[in-house]
């Protein structure tokens, strides 16, 4: 099934923003997902106005996700293996464990990691370094700012030869980085890898504005000495909830402007955000920062109403962005980019 999604932004000041959708469910974060409040702006800096134009365009249900265990999706990654292959894990508790599913959400097999915990896997980031392709394993919720530190573990992406992962199917952790919060604990859900910069970049899920962080991508991490995760900026430009968004869903209408997932595409030069409501993307010019690139509006990228919405990823070509929900059943959605809006640089 595809959909046809557009957006136009009326005049002046005022933003207006038409949104068509058939067939889909509105956003809801689990009630065990809802905090107690937010924390305040961190800049005294003027927010910029909300996004303006839509950048992505048509919409394809590719399928479902068909295995049962996957009942909590909260990471999503395209392989840098293969064009036809994606990752995910599910969330908190979990066993250890990668899924491979295809790009219809047919079971591809799972791969247990060796040497990793999931205390709460909330994000997953696919990446090339050294002409070797990883696998990054954001083990970084914290739904009630607690944990004393958080861990990000890196692996060598399984190669899949033939259809499908056999039963013992295994992976070691290449490397692994604990990490605090300049500032304290905070709640994650999105995490990507800027390879350029030699970087891992965190975004909080519940602050307003949200907050970018980074930590060395190569770092390694003595027992109680963690990486401190340093503080790039607020995320301007994500438009916080309003009176219909409360109307259509007085008990979790407020929670639509939280960040679930993170990516940068493969060239560096764009993040994308995604939240329970839409994705937005942020784009910096050449010799820019993401401080720089965050702090400015970003483009809009209209994603299908789901039931929780907490794992998206760009493909691997950063043609696309690849989501999907944390419910079952689980809808596996495709959003490709507008002809008009190619990446800037060939990939």
């Known amino acids: 099934m595809a959909l046809t ?14 949104v068509v959708a058939t067939g889909v469910l509105m956003h809801a974060p689990a009630p065990s997902e809802a905090p107690a409040g937010v924390s305040a702006p961190t800049s005294d ?4 106005v909300p996004p303006v134009r839509a950048v992505f365009g048509v919409t394809e249900n590719t399928g479902r996700l068909e295995r049962d265990d996957l009942d909590e999706v909260s990471g999503l ?10 990752w995910v894990h599910n969330d908190s508790g979990a066993r250890p464990r990668l899924y491979a ?34 696998l990054l394993i954001a083990d970084v919720g914290d739904n009630g ?51 350029p910069g030699g970087r891992i970049l965190l975004v909080s899920k519940r602050t307003v504005p949200l907050r970018l962080y ?6 390694t991490t003595a027992p109680d000495q963690p990486v401190v995760a340093s503080l790039v900026g607020d995320v301007f430009g994500i438009p916080q909830p309003v009176a219909s968004d409360l109307a259509e869903d007085p008990q979790f209408g407020r929670f639509r402007s939280q960040a679930t997932a993170l990516d940068v595409s ?33 483009d809009l990228v209209m994603l299908p109403r789901m039931v929780q919405t907490e794992a998206g ?35």
């Open 266 to 298: 493969s060239d560096a030069r764009e993040l994308i955000v995604v939240t329970y409501g839409d994705a937005y993307r942020f784009s910096r010019a050449e010799g820019e920062g993401w401080r720089e690139a965050v702090a400015r509006a970003p």
């Open 5 to 18: 999604r557009s957006s136009w932004l009326a005049a002046a000041a005022l933003a207006v923003l038409v």
């Open 101 to 134: 599913i295809g790009a219809d959400g047919r079971d591809r097999g799972a791969v247990d990691v060796s040497g990793a915990s999931n205390v709460d896997w909330e994000d997953l980031a696919s990446f090339e370094l050294d002409g070797v392709p990883y």
């Open 214 to 219: 980074e930590v060395p991508l190569r770092a």
């Open 77 to 86: 990654a395209a392989s840098r293996r293969r064009s036809d292959l994606l």
């Open 145 to 195: 700012a607690r944990r004393r530190s958080v861990t990000l573990y890196v692996i060598e992406e399984p190669e899949l030869i033939g259809d499908r992962f056999g039963r013992r199917a295994r992976a070691r952790v290449a490397w692994s980085i604990d990490v605090v919060y300049d500032g304290g604990p905070l709640d994650c859900e999105g995490v990507a890898v800027d390879v």
């Open 45 to 48: 800096a003027e927010p910029p």
């Open 313 to 347: 990823a760009y493909s691997a070509d950063a043609r696309s962005l690849w989501v999907t929900t944390e419910r079952r059943p689980a809808p596996l959605y495709r959003v490709d980019r507008l002809p008009e809006d190619p990446p800037d640089v060939p990939l």
